[in-house]
């Protein structure tokens, strides 16, 4: 399951009500989260350290109210545990800190990562609904 930011929300509703245009994103980043990021998107990423940073992701076309991710990520824990993993986000910015939250969502069974670790999302491992 996924949810819009309230970011999303208010570029679509100014986009398609033709008050403000919006530009194409052209890179999203996926991140990991160790709570609900919530809509602002003000919470729970991980620190930028034990080797950890937002990984570029792609997504295939939308059919049937939902597009999946297209490419594998994996993010390796070096130099520290990123301890238990419940949630995570699609930004627009591969910074941590920076950046509009686009999606969220919860994954389907938490993942605690110790240091030497690998997190791997398969391609179409990620997909966000809108309907």
Do not use: C
Request: hydrophobic fraction near 35%.
């Amino acid at each position: 399951m996924s949810s819009k930011s309230n970011y999303l929300e208010l570029k679509v509703l100014d986009h398609f009500l033709g008050t403000t245009e919006s530009s194409f994103v052209t890179q999203k980043y996926l991140a990991l989260h160790t709570a609900n990021p919530d809509e602002d998107g003000s919470g729970a990423e991980l620190a930028a350290s034990n080797g950890y940073s937002r990984q570029a992701i792609d997504f295939a076309s939308a059919s049937g109210g939902s597009a999946a991710s297209s490419t594998a990520e994996e993010f390796t824990a070096s130099g520290g545990a990123f301890g238990t993993i419940t949630h995570f986000g699609i930004w627009d910015n591969a910074t941590r800190g920076a950046g509009n939250l686009i999606y969220y969502g919860e994954l389907s069974a938490s993942k605690t990562i110790a240091d030497g670790d690998t997190l791997r999302f398969a391609a179409g491992a990620i997909t966000i609904t809108e309907a």
